[in-house]
Every structure is written in structure tokens, then in C-alpha cells.
């Protein structure tokens, strides 16, 4: 790890798979124990970074490279921001449209850890399914699949 007056960055060794490849890849068994083993490193990561009050804000699959031995490690920071204070504005434009919480969509500024979990239980999904679980073509068509799956939200909302 190195850093400008203006950037950190993160150098890791060569690492030719991204659990996207892992998970489309149908010659790769996830097995239980697997899949569990990838969520234990990934969300043992994602902690770490929280308690250091990080947002990734662009998890997703192709953000999680996988060495030989099979250690996950959490890539591509590009996003990610330090929460500064509970009421600070964050931007809309984060997150992948197939990871991406609802409350995005909708262009929510105010929000938190919460996006990063989201994110991480569409990974999940997608470990058991071997496919994204949102995926669609543009936020009309990944909302409908995100309200048929959840329900649609009956709370208002002040955005």
C-alpha cells in the first residue's frame, strides 16, 4: 500500500479470477462449504473495511479477485469513500445497476453502509442461483425484478 497527497493505493499480486468467473464458470462445484468459505473471506473483508468507516460503494462480483489458493480479496476502490458524518450527501452514481440498492435507483444521498450489504447479499444470491439475481436492462426492468421478488416498498419515502 502506497499513497499520494491525494490517492491510496493498493497493490496486490497477480490474480487472474474474479468470482464472476468462478460463479458463471459451470466447471467451477460450489458446494456449500465453498460458498460459505468465499462469504467468510468477503464479508470478513467488507467488516474491515466498514470498521474503518469505508464504503466500497461498487461491490460486485468482478470487484472480487480470487488467487490460485483460493484467498478473496476485495479490489477496485475507485468509488469508495469515507463517511464523513451521518447527514453528509453521498452521490447516486455508485453501485452496478444489477447490485445497486432500490433507494438508489430512486436517487437517495443519504445512505450508508447498508448499499455495500446489499450488494453483498446480491453476491450471495448469486452464488446459489449462478447467475446475477437483479440482472436487467436499465432500473425500469431491475426494479420490477427487485419489487416481484421483495414486494413494493409501502412506506414513503422523503428523498
Known sequence: MFYS???????YEFLDKDLSKIILDQ??????????????QFLT???ELHKFQVLHRDI????????????????????????A????????????????????FFGSTYYSYS??????GCIFAEFL??????WGNGEKEILSKIFYLLGVPNVKFNI
Open 5 to 11: 497527497l491525494d490517492n491510496l493505493f493498493i497493490a
Open 27 to 40: 466447471k467451477y462445484q460450489l458446494t456449500e462449504a465453498i460458498i460459505k468459505g468465499f462469504m467468510l
Open 45 to 47: 473483508g467488507l467488516a
Open 60 to 83: 460486485k462480483p468482478q470487484n472480487l479477485l480470487v488467487s490460485k489458493k483460493g484467498v478473496l480479496k476485495i479490489a477496485d476502490f475507485g468509488l469508495a469513500r469515507i463517511i
Open 85 to 104: 458524518s451521518p447527514g453528509r450527501k453521498m452521490t447516486i452514481g455508485v453501485v452496478s445497476d444489477w447490485y445497486r440498492p432500490p433507494e438508489i
Open 115 to 120: 448499499i455495500d450489504i446489499w450488494s453483498a
Open 129 to 134: 442461483i449462478r447467475e446475477p439475481i437483479f
